[in-house]
């Protein structure tokens, strides 16, 4: 059984969706669990003012009956309340009336950065904005409400997540500063998950690899850059003999350079991922850049952003990782109603003896 994702929205268009496959029937949602998750992801120190528009919260519009999943595609739906401003810009139809509200002019000054040039050159686009929606970190909200929802299905098999910031003290010193600079920061996070048994993964394929699988899904999200399984790039300078997490009689270790994860596969310790965020491209002092329509020397888009969304990435990687650690949790202990993934996860533990 595989888990699918699909989804669609641009940043100020009306709405983000997406359609969640594969999970099992009979599992119970928590509406103010998800909630919870999307208010998480608006919190983080140094966002922009768009986060006081914004009142994340998740509509399901199928898959859903009383709170519990039915096994067919669960829909999602996170609105985008800032869509009021920009209803004559980001119109799905050519609109009516005169031009009002927020995206009417055409953006022509691309931001290093940003997916802005690549974007229009790739897509033929005349305005960047067409480029530029789809690309935002907005995306990452229903990204969220499909963790959540992964988090709950983990949770039947005693899998916990855990996102935070690397440095949070520092950070916000830094986010003041770069505030003050008309700047803005990146930074690291890590995403710990409790509870993984021996086996999620595989080594058979690349594709079935854990490691390879998150960091897929980490460098999928905006801005990321970088992503360490454990003790990542430090243990190129290390000696075998110090790098690797020796095993005792009962099967367990004393350490977890691997971040509990051999060969692909989770080996039963804690699993430890780290992505690293550029700093945002969107820059009140902006850089050198080109005006589209002119072909002239120009400086880039300014416009309302974030100093830093560190702390959001740290709930949007939790999320990614929830989301991969159920799919693989789904392959292996498949089941279309929850008691039969529960039943097959705890026949497993038995027979591996796993405590
Ligand atoms: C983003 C630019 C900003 C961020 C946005 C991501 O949007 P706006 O231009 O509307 O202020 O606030 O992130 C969110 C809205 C969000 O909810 O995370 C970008 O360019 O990626």
Redesign the pocket.
């Given at each position: 059984m595989k888990l699918t994702f699909a989804s669609a929205g641009e940043?100020?268009g009306p709405a983000l969706v997406a359609i969640l496959g594969g999970l099992p029937a009979g599992l119970t949602l928590d509406r103010e669990a998800i909630d919870a998750d999307l208010k998480r992801r608006?919190e983080g120190y140094g966002r922009?003012p768009?986060?006081q528009i914004?009142q994340d919260r998740v509509e399901v519009l199928a898959g859903l009956r009383h709170g519990r999943t039915l096994g067919t595609p669960l829909a999602l739906v996170v609105r985008n309340v800032?869509h009021k401003n920009w209803t004559w810009g980001m119109a799905p139809w050519a609109p009516e009336g005169e031009p009002s509200g927020k995206g009417t002019k055409p953006v022509t000054l691309p931001r290093p950065g940003?997916a802005d040039l690549a974007g229009v050159l790739k897509y033929g686009h005349e305005d960047v904005r067409n480029a530029?929606e789809r690309a935002?970190?907005?995306h990452?909200?229903v990204h969220v409400a499909a963790g959540a929802v992964a988090k709950a299905l983990l949770a039947t098999i005693g899998i916990s997540v855990q996102g935070s910031v690397v440095d949070e003290d520092g950070l916000r010193t830094a986010i003041d500063e770069a505030r003050a600079d008309r700047d803005t920061v990146g930074g690291v996070v890590e995403v710990r998950a409790d509870g993984a048994p021996p086996g999620l993964g595989s080594y058979a394929t690349k594709d079935d690899r854990l490691d390879a699988r998150l960091a897929f899904a980490l460098m999928g999200i905006?801005a990321v850059k970088g992503v360490e399984v454990g003790d990542g790039f430090a243990l190129a300078s290390l000696r075998g003999s110090q790098a690797h997490d020796e095993i005792r009689s009962d099967r367990r270790r004393d350490t977890n350079r691997a971040g509990g994860i051999e060969a692909g596969i989770s080996n039963g310790e804690q699993i430890v991922v780290r992505a690293a965020m550029k700093p945002l491209p969107?820059l009140m002092k902006p850089l050198r850049s080109v005006d589209l329509a002119t072909g002239e020397d120009a400086t880039a888009l300014v416009?309302?952003?974030?100093v830093a969304a560190v702390e959001?990435l740290a709930v949007v990687a939790e999320a990614a990782v929830a989301w991969e650690l159920a799919g693989a949790a789904r392959e292996k202990f498949g089941g279309d109603a929850l008691e039969d993934f529960v039943a097959a996860h705890a026949a497993y533990i038995e027979r591996i003896r796993w405590r």
């Open positions: 940043s100020h608006q922009s768009r986060q914004e800032d940003h530029l935002s970190a907005r990452t909200a905006q969107t416009e309302r952003s974030d959001a």
